[in-house]
């Protein structure tokens, strides 16, 4: 068993990552924002210092405590604030309003920390016994409410902090498979697999601070999702604790040996079970790279040559279109000037004749829309950035602009429509008032031969209330989502802001097989409460 050398940092309360990479918007961006978006951006508004914050007192009771700490060792119980309100919820842009704004009284009552599978299923029987909500918590990255500590019909809910599961447990190149634990996050899974000269080449924004239970347990797709695959496509078995036992999936590339029961724990969010351990498909280190980045003439040329190449036989590793808005959006922002029509990125990895003929596939496919080439300079740029955007949302808020994402999927012929109508949902929700209409850009970034997703970035004035605004245009993008055939999420995953659609999608019965695997493995139901499983009356959403 190895464990990775370096670990990544605690991310910050109050945004989203290191603290010390924070973004400062520059006079240029300023000028940009408060011209496109009317924000008077001069000045950024002033945060509030973690000393003023209030946390309440742990509600824990003593018997539960000594439970708990009976479980995974005294020192591994940590009701202190600062612990605590780090584990307050996930990253999504209402959760930093609310926590910016000093509403932390939802922290949960403590941070647990087990050591291994045997100790995280001693936490859940405590739990179970004690009556006590338990959120597992793997980064924490979280933009649908997943990790926000709810306390169900209980009094205390405790955070199941799953750092300390950060092994390698095994590695076979032979069938070039490896078995991580849970709360590995993606840097320290990578350092670990290139010792052995292997990747999981599983790369979402994310990437930083997620982790591979986090990643399995809301069907995660990485960036380069068109070569490598969603996270769930990579998973051969699992093993998951649950207040009934033990759930050991999975142990052959293929099986019929009934119903594929992995599935119910892929994208289950904590509710069903706690994902310990996960074997994965891994790869050789790429011994080749190409990236080029490339304008089409308009969306629907550059949607048509994605197409193609998801239906070709040949894929690059990553594709991407984005749409004019965010071409020309992300260019000034980087300060350069935006190329004609739409930019679309294309990178390929793996051995050296594999690379240049899905490189040659991607050069047939763009040039037969009337695409042309501009070089590596703008893959390079957005590579060099590929993680940092979250940061430049922060800095965005600070400055009063409301900025968020949201996404979908659908197959092409449906993809058209459903962007035309998700943009205009979100463009009436956010306009009027007097104020500039918001920009929403769009872009595809996951490809299917049967279709792709659809990202939209949202950038509007906060005015006085931006989490009610936003309350607003995601119901009606929701809305929008559920009218045109798109799925309500086809990676963020459901936890609490997508739940009010899940019924729809998956129909009642759909719900109630939900609801029965639930009380199968969870009959206390002190597994992740309010979360992906709609309830009978669904609140206002
Ligand atoms: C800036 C940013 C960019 C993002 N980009 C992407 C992207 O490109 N692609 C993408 O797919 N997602 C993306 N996300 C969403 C998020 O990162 C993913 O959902 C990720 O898979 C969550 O991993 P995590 O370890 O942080 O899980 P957490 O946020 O800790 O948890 C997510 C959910 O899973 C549950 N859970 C966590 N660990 C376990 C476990 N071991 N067993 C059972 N349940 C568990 C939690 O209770 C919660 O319901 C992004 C989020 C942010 C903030």
Known sequence: MTAPTHRVG??????WGDPTRAHRLTDDQRALISQVLGVAAATDAPRTPETELRLPRSAL????RAALAAAVGPAHVNTRPAARLRRAGGKSTPDLLRRRAGDVAGAPDAVVSPADHDQVAAVLAACA????AVVPFGGGTSVVGGVEPLRGDFAAAVCLDLRRLDRLLALDPVARTATLQAGLRTPEAEELLADYGMTLGHRPQSYEYATIGGYAATRSAGQDSAGYGRFDSMVLALRAATPRGTLDLGRAPASAAGPDLRQLLLGSEGVFGVITEVTLRVRPLPAAEHEEAWSVPDFAAGTEALRALAQGGLRPTLVRLSDPVETYVNAALAGGEAPRGCLAVVRCEGDPAHVAAAREAAATALRAVGG??????PVAHWRAGRYSAPYLRDALLDAGVLAET???AATWTRLPGLR???TDALTAALSGGGAPAPLVLCHISHVYPEGASLYFTVAAAAGPDPLERWRAAKRAAGDAIAAHGGTITHHH????DHRPWLGAEVGDLGVEVLRAVKR???PAGVLNPGKLIPEAAEPDR
């Open 406 to 408: 949201l996404e979908t």
């Open 372 to 377: 042309t080439p501009l070089g590596e300079e």
């Open 10 to 15: 605690e991310p910050a309360w109050d945004a």
């Open 420 to 422: 035309r109508a998700v």
């Open 129 to 132: 016994e004690h009556g006590v």
């Open 61 to 64: 009771s003593p018997a539960a």
């Open 520 to 522: 199968a493995l969870d």
């Open 493 to 496: 995953a459901v936890g609490t």
